[in-house]
């Protein structure tokens, strides 16, 4: 079974950078489209970053910020952030597609991991 574990969240202030990390166990992440979402309290999880084979594909608040990598040696996809910003207070979910839709809607992904909260502060 395909498992996805998050890391790499945290408390930061706005200008700072993060990066998180998505492990996938259970499958080979090369093999699937791979994408980060973000959900705050009450907000529908959005769609942030997509990488699909290789295209990558960044919602318009994110551009220019946010870089979506993969390492397939390692098996682990990669969010980085930098210039956050405190709207970008979430929690972060990393998602896999074996489909390969090239979605951007959160019932394109089978599988999704516990995800990881990212606080900026101002």
């Known amino acids: 079974q395909v498992q996805l574990v998050e890391s790499g969240g945290g408390l930061v202030q706005a200008g700072d950078s993060l990066r998180l990390s998505c492990a996938v166990s259970?499958?080979?992440?090369?093999?699937?489209?791979m994408a980060w979402f973000r959900q705050t309290p009450g907000k529908e999880r959005e769609f942030v970053a997509g990488i699909w084979r290789t295209t990558t594909y960044y919602v318009d608040s994110v551009k220019g910020r946010f870089t979506i990598s993969r390492d397939n040696a390692k098996n682990t996809v990669y969010l980085r952030m930098n210039s956050l910003k405190p709207e970008d207070t979430a929690v972060y979910y990393c998602?896999?597609?074996?489909?390969?839709?090239?979605?951007?809607?959160?019932?394109?992904?089978?599988?999704w991991g516990q995800g990881t909260q990212v606080t900026v502060s101002s």
């Open positions: 259970g499958g080979t992440s090369s093999s699937y489209d």
């Open positions: 998602a896999a597609d074996p489909q390969r839709l090239g979605g951007i809607q959160r019932g394109d992904y089978d599988y």
